[in-house]
C-alpha cells in the first residue's frame, strides 16, 4: 500500500510540472513577413504573446485563407485571434484557432 501511495505521489508532482493549455487571446500572422522571424523558409503562421513570436504548430498559414490577400491575409496584416494550446520548445502548439477581428 506504501508503494501505491508513494508511486501516486509521485506521478502527480511529476504531471503538475506540465504546462497545460490555455487559452488567450493573440495576434496571429505570417511569422517571416509580419513578425521577423527567420528560423524557417517561406511564409509560416505565427503568433505573438506578450511582443514574443511563436510559430504555430497544429494550424497551416492558409487555413483562414490566402495568405497574400490584401485585406485579411496573414503575409499583408495582423490579425486578432482567441488561441488554445502551449508553449513547447520554443513553438506554440494550438489545438484551437479563432479569429477576432472581421474579414
Not at 495576434?27 to 510559430?55: H, M, P, T, W
Not at 494550446?85 to 474579414?103: C, H, I, M, N, Q
Request: proline share 0%.
Amino acid at each position: 500500500m506504501k508503494k501505491i501511495l508513494l508511486l501516486s505521489v509521485f506521478m502527480m508532482a511529476f504531471s503538475c510540472g506540465n504546462k497545460k493549455e490555455v487559452t488567450q487571446m493573440v495576434e496571429v500572422s505570417c511569422g517571416q513577413c509580419k513578425f521577423d522571424l527567420d528560423s524557417e523558409d517561406g511564409c509560416s503562421l505565427a503568433v505573438r504573446i506578450d511582443n514574443k513570436a511563436y510559430f504555430v504548430d497544429g494550424f497551416n498559414i492558409d487555413d483562414f485563407g490566402d495568405a497574400h490577400d490584401e485585406h485579411t491575409g496573414f503575409c499583408e496584416v495582423v490579425r486578432k485571434g482567441e488561441i488554445t494550446g502551449k508553449v513547447v520548445e520554443g513553438r506554440f502548439v494550438a489545438s484551437s484557432l479563432k479569429l477576432l477581428d472581421s474579414e
